[in-house]
């Protein structure tokens, strides 16, 4: 059990972390509007490490925990929806919701099925 749940926690901070410190580095904030080319590099950068994290979450669980990516991608999609019930909308909770949250699913599933 203490592996699953840290499983969530690295896999949920993979995305986190790395897309605060994209956001941070490039001095954008991620509910304002911005160059089409930051979105593109934004939501690709997001896929990527919402995948690894959904992979490296699933790893971590040390089982076949398929609902440890799910867990993941529910934080993600919670997030991205509060962010647009206060915010409003805005570019990068769509993105999350559109592109990021599936890439985390897709990830786990990617593990899983390297087993």
């Not at 592996?3 to 969530?8: M, N």
């Not at 509910?31 to 490490?49: D, K, R, T």
């Amino acid at each position: 059990m203490l592996r699953t749940i840290a499983g969530i926690v690295v896999g949920y901070l993979i995305f986190a972390v790395s897309s605060f410190s994209l956001f941070r580095l490039a001095h954008q904030d991620p509910h304002a509007p911005a160059p089409v080319s930051f979105e593109l590099i934004a939501i690709v950068f997001g896929i990527l490490v919402a995948a690894l994290g959904g992979y490296v979450g699933t790893a971590i669980s040390g089982k076949r925990a398929w609902w440890v990516a799910l867990t993941i991608a529910a934080i993600l999609a919670a997030g991205a929806t509060s962010s647009l019930i206060a915010i409003g909308v805005s570019w990068s909770p769509v993105a999350a919701l559109l592109c990021m949250v599936p890439a985390a699913v897709a990830g786990g599933w990617l593990r899983l099925r390297r087993e």
